[in-house]
């Protein structure tokens, strides 16, 4: 009895040590993954008629359940993109994803990633996910986490074929490009 106290014991001291670096781990992902969101909307050149005017803001739109927090609002403030200002919009609204020029889908929920990429085939929007089968489901760009580091993978022919060009310079730090056709 007493040696089945002692270990859960031990293991409720390692949970308590664990579950916050973990919480810390996941913060510091979403920090780097919003960071990437930023440097990414500055590489990506929309066509001209995705806006408006010459002074629209481009949209960030985190759709669904927001993981990020403070983190995205902290990268984007101030931020712009081809001189337009940024602005983050969260929302679970499928019907305002086609006015974003990026979506971010969080985690692995399929049904949710469908609708996006439905909700925005017929506008130049760019999407963004989390999950392994995201860029097989028709989404742009996968944010994975590779050696402990955050990275991602790019689906060139979905984005070309919204009229989306990625930098050759976004394309260089990509860990993986597919859809690449005769583009080298």
């Known amino acids: 009895m007493?040696?089945?106290?002692?270990?859960?014991?031990?293991?409720s001291g390692t949970l308590l040590i664990s579950v916050p670096r973990l919480l810390a781990q996941r913060a510091l992902e979403y920090e780097v993954k919003a960071a990437y969101l930023y440097n990414i909307v500055n590489f990506v050149t929309w066509p001209p008629d995705a806006f408006n005017g010459p002074a629209d803001p481009l949209h960030v739109c985190v759709d669904g359940?927001?993981?990020?927090?403070?983190?995205?609002?902290?990268?984007?403030?101030?931020?712009?993109?081809?001189?337009?200002?940024?602005?983050?919009?969260r929302t679970s609204d499928g019907g305002v994803l086609p006015t974003c020029e990026l979506v971010f889908v969080p985690g692995n929920n399929t049904d949710r990633i469908d609708q996006a990429v439905r909700a925005t085939?017929?506008?130049?929007?760019?999407?963004?996910?989390?999950?392994?089968?995201?860029l097989r489901r028709g989404g742009m760009i996968a944010f994975v986490v590779d050696g402990g580091r955050v990275r991602f993978d790019v689906n060139l022919q979905s984005a070309t074929a919204r009229g989306l060009t990625l930098s050759s310079r976004l394309l260089q730090v990509a860990r993986t490009i597919t859809g690449r056709g005769g583009i080298g």
């Open 121 to 134: 085939a017929q506008r130049p929007v760019l999407t963004v996910g989390e999950a392994p089968d995201f």
């Open 2 to 11: 007493a040696v089945r106290r002692i270990a859960a014991l031990a293991l």
């Open 65 to 89: 359940m927001d993981p990020f927090g403070r983190a995205l609002d902290n990268a984007m403030q101030n931020g712009t993109s081809n001189g337009r200002p940024v602005q983050v919009i």
